[in-house]
């Protein structure tokens, strides 16, 4: 049995050609993010040793993550409590779930709008990198979003005392509006999908 013979396309036209070239003007784009990325690693690991030299009693650390939390009254905090504890491990988990967005959006824009990885095959290429196009993108992008909005949301309902109540009633908005803004997302990618396979079927 002969092999199928391989799919084979004319040379684009050097005007086509140039457009379709233009796509690597976003690589120094996504080379920025993975900047960002690194820059988001070293304030992780910034919080976290200073977390850990709170907690053995360092009182320069526990004063630096008292400013970085923005908590109230902490000038008359002499040892971490449980409040300070569960804000900085949140804002620790706030930096990761950016994190995860920005590979996202790193690995899946490449993918979609620059050039394939060829992470076929690869033990870890990601399970969702195998199906990734705009709008499964823009789906996940959306989720994550709510993921961080979230995140966001329960560190100022912990740290209420140091907010304006209208401060707290915005944050609970816009959470609600990201909430709804990605369920329209998700319900007109579902349309689309429908419509897309209704067509393949006729």
Known sequence: MSKPEPFKTSPLRPLPAF????????????????????????????E????????????????ALI?????????????????????????????????????????????TFVSRLHLEGHPDQPEWLSHVNASVLKVKLATAIIGISSIHLLKTFINAANY????????TIIHVVFLLSALAIAYTDKLLTSTHAGDADH
């Open 67 to 111: 400013t970085s939390i923005g908590y109230k009254d902490g000038t008359n905090i002499t040892s971490l409590n449980e409040t300070i504890i569960m804000l900085v491990v949140l804002a620790l988990i706030d930096v990761v779930m950016i994190s995860n967005l920005l590979i996202m959006v790193i690995v899946g824009g490449y993918e």
């Open 164 to 171: 304006d109540l209208k401060v707290l009633m915005w944050q």
């Open 48 to 63: 976290l040793v200073h977390l850990l030299e709170a907690a053995f009693g360092s009182q320069t650390a526990l004063q």
């Open 19 to 46: 457009i379709f070239a233009s796509r690597w003007l976003q690589l120094p784009l996504y080379l920025g993010l993975i900047a960002a990325q690194g820059v988001y690693v070293f304030h992780f690991w910034v």
